[in-house]
């Protein structure tokens, strides 16, 4: 080959070598910055529970002569420690989502399987709620990725679509193919979300309104749970929501064969 020509492709190919590595650094940099917020974030958040733990604790040192007084405080300390305990789990399930490192397993999940073990998990919350859950749709679509991670996003929905519903309402799971995509959608007629908050609400410790979200124990994690674990396994999340009418959260993951055993068609239908 003529060496100009030679020269010219071998600056190209350095220049594209050259942005690779640029914007190596600079995915590396957002990543630590990341990092560096959910630090400062997640201590902060912390701070208000351990006071609260220690204070309690104080209190119930110094009722110690009225019984009654010990066993309300023991009761509140006790609720406390819960919170504490449920926002620690969540602060290590979103940080190990958020580490570089693989997905724990990677095999074909049935998603209905995932959908019972979400609903399993908040059968007890759906009860004491008065609501109740409704499943429909497709019961026999796979995806590919962790159980574990999908069934705690579809829970964190459920979660937040009991809580945020009125007694006496239902919330429903419909799972359903569009193409190569499977559709979990998590619908409620409860509160709904503004359109300003709908912008936030995937954001680390955000919550839309804070009195009504603390009565509710919520801890702002639920939802960057959701979006990461979806987003690791190559999927979206989607929500349409209106105030007063209700939410509706679609997570969105790539479609896999059904395993062979299963009699059903190869593209599905609907
Ligand atoms: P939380 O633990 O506070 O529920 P999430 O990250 O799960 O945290 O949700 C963030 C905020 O989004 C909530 O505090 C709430 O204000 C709002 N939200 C989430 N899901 C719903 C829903 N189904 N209906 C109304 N508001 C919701």
Known sequence: AEPRLVAARATRISERLTLLIFRDIT?????????????????????????AVLLLAEAIESAADDPDQVRHFAVRLGAEANRLAGLTSRIMSLSRLQAADELN???????????ASAMDAHALQADSARVEVQRGGDRRLYVQGDMQVLSEAVGNLLANAIAYSPAGSSVGIGVRAVGDVVEIAVTDRGIGISEADQQRIFERFYRADQARSRRTGGTGL???????????????????????????????????????????????TR
Request: aromatic share 4%; no cysteine; proline share 7%.
């Open 105 to 115: 397993e990677n095999r074909r999940v049935s998603v209905d399987e995932v959908v």
């Open 222 to 268: 639920g939802l960057s749970i959701v979006k990461y674990a979806v987003q690791r396994h190559g999927g979206e999340v989607r929500l349409w929501s209106r105030p007063g009418r209700g939410s509706t959260f679609t997570i969105r993951l790539p479609l896999v064969e059904a395993p062979e055993d299963q009699s059903r068609p190869k593209k599905p």
């Open 27 to 51: 995915e590396r940099e957002r990543v630590e910055e990341m990092r560096r917020d959910f630090v400062a974030n997640t201590s902060h958040e912390l701070k208000t529970p351990v006071g």
